[in-house]
């Protein structure tokens, strides 16, 4: 058989593989979850065959890296289906951020400033819907905005689900009087300088259209002045260093942040220094959150993929330098 | 018809997806259409949002609008249009935006370099003092802190984690700093703490690698995610 036949095979498996569990879906099939020892199992299974992928090397006998792109992948995808959870424990820069916010007297004001995009949702999104639930659950008055153009729109996402919820949606909570959504503006970091003298001058209307002046949450908001805690919620720039360097050490904003594992370092400096009453870091940081606010949701779901599939990378770069060493190229570099 | 849609758009996510997914077997051109539509759809969505947010929501409600009408108005002897909300300032950003096109003429394309001369003076000195209090003076003194005490003038009442984190920070500052002091050979004792300061470095290195793994996995879990449980409902 030609390796085209084989690979047009491959994809017709998983069209009908596919097919077969769409339309269990759409004929109400059960999710799968695996109980514990089943899950246990799996893992035992996996770690087993990465000693022995290691024996092989140690033998000589090297793996392709089609099968590390495969071992990746199942580290991601098995955990998904498993009951375990993971025990994190809250660190004192997630805390911050949760004391901060539950300190707050009930209908201070909170601004939730939203610079990201769906392809950081997953990291970012179980922060923003943690931060939301946490804020009406303790009758806090949300403002959002964003000088991203997606930001607004994945806050409402999380607006809709959170809003969705039993003990939230008996609430009643109303938009205008209880959380407005400003929207997107465009100007990056001059955006915020602006807003440190008039936030109308920036937010004409609100996401839906409609006048700034015609909501009441934000009628009598002029400025940062008016705003109780801001929290930022950042993928890249502009994000929490212009939000730090603006709204924090011009207009004295009190700020907390969540940003994806790859800005994380660039931030942690403003929390040591105090200018970030606390830091959200990566999907750690979102399991964290949710630990704190005893709502294990996404974030701690992610968290266990996250952990299996970085056990599998520090497997492989271990098999890898195995495999370096053992091919006698380091001593071919050296000469 | 709506439910249709949703099937279409769960199903036009998931080839996209397994589309990328495929170019870690091989490059294909399944692979290459995925990628080509991403691009395009950015390019386009961009344009838009730019168009709408910049140039109409901005210049053209706040200036440009308003400046027709009165044109008109004096062209034709109408009423002058209310200037309430106008800001004419806005005309100087659209001039130097224009000037940007006229790269595209080669002729006159030196006029380019007059709004990139205001945009990089106009940041320098905006951002000037951003930079030294936020990311200088403040830095610099939060990386002055007491080696034995929590506070200034507390005495020796730091517990030893507070200790050896103040060692840490001064002794990673330090040598980090003698590092990138270039006008003396890094050799004898000097070159020993540079050394130092190389550790602290590929520290600081692979702590941020740590994290950038982390976010790739987190991107790799979230497209997991959606082929496992949006689309194909095989988890909760």
Not at chain 2, 114 to 133: D, E, K, M, R, S
């Amino acid at each position: 058989m030609t390796t085209k036949a084989k690979e047009l095979i491959a994809v017709a498996a998983i069209l009908i593989f596919s097919l077969i569990f769409y339309l269990g879906k759409t004929f109400g099939w059960e999710p799968t979850e695996f109980s514990t020892a089943v899950s246990l199992l799996v893992v035992i299974l996996l770690l087993a065959s990465l000693l022995w992928i290691l024996v092989l090397t140690l033998q000589g006998k090297l793996i392709g890296r089609r099968v590390v792109f495969l071992y990746v992948g199942i580290a991601v995808a098995m955990p998904l289906f498993m009951k375990l959870s993971q025990e994190m424990p809250v660190s004192p820069a997630v805390q911050g951020v949760y004391d901060a916010v539950t300190e707050l007297e009930p209908g201070s004001k909170v601004l939730i400033a939203c610079d990201y995009d769906p392809p950081t949702a997953p990291e970012l999104q179980p922060m923003a819907e943690t931060f939301i639930r946490i804020c009406f659950q303790r009758d806090l008055k949300i403002i959002i905005m964003g000088i991203w153009p997606q930001g607004p729109q994945q806050a409402n996402l999380a607006l809709e689900k959170i809003l969705a919820e039993p003990d939230i949606a008996a609430k009643n909570l109303q938009y205008g009087i209880d959380y407005v959504n400003l929207g997107f503006q465009a100007g990056n970091e001059f955006v915020i300088q602006r807003m440190g003298g008039s936030f109308k001058s920036m937010f004409r209307t609100d996401y839906g259209g409609i006048p700034y002046d015609e909501l009441p949450l934000v009628r009598n908001v002029k400025n940062f002045s008016n705003i109780d805690y801001c929290f930022n919620l950042s993928s890249g720039f502009p994000g929490t260093v212009e939000w730090v360097q603006i709204a924090v050490d011009r207009y004295d904003v009190e700020l907390g942040a969540g940003n994806t594992a790859v800005q994380a370092p660039t931030v942690y400096p403003y929390l040591s220094s105090g200018q970030l009453t606390g830091l959200l870091g990566g999907m750690s940081g979102a399991a964290e959150f949710e630990r704190a606010a005893d709502a294990r949701v996404k974030g701690t779901k992610y968290m266990l993929s996250q952990s299996v599939s970085h056990i599998v990378v520090i497997a492989f770069v271990l098999i890898g330098n195995v495999a370096f060493i053992m091919s006698g190229r380091k001593s071919a570099l050296k000469g | 018809m709506e439910a249709a849609f949703e099937h279409f758009r769960l199903w036009l996510a998931a080839f996209l997806t397994l589309g990328i997914f495929s170019f870690l077997y091989k490059d294909n051109p399944w692979y290459k259409l995925s990628e080509a539509i991403f691009v395009g759809i950015s390019a386009g969505y961009w344009f838009v949002v730019l168009f709408w947010d910049n140039f109409f929501g901005k210049f053209w409600v706040g200036a440009g609008d308003y400046t027709m009408q009165w044109l008109a108005s004096v062209f034709t002897g109408g009423e002058s249009p209310s200037a309430e909300g106008v800001d004419l300032m806005l005309w100087i950003g659209a001039i130097l935006g224009f000037l940007m096109l006229l790269r595209l003429i080669p002729k006159i394309g030196w006029l380019s370099r007059w709004p990139l001369a205001f945009i990089v003076g106009a940041t320098a000195g905006l951002w000037l003092i951003n930079y030294i209090a936020s990311n200088v003076m403040v830095q610099v003194q939060a990386t002055m802190v007491p080696l034995f005490s929590t506070v200034f003038g507390a005495g020796f009442d730091a517990g030893s984690g507070v200790i050896i984190g103040g060692l840490v920070i001064f002794l990673g500052t330090f040598s980090g700093l003698v590092y990138f002091f270039f006008s003396k050979a890094h050799t004898g004792a000097f070159g020993t703490t540079a050394r130092v300061g190389v550790f602290f470095l590929m520290i600081t290195f692979g702590a941020s690698f740590g994290y950038t793994v982390m976010s790739r996995m987190s991107l790799l879990i979230g497209r997991i995610d959606y082929l496992l449980g949006d689309w194909l409902g095989m988890i909760k």
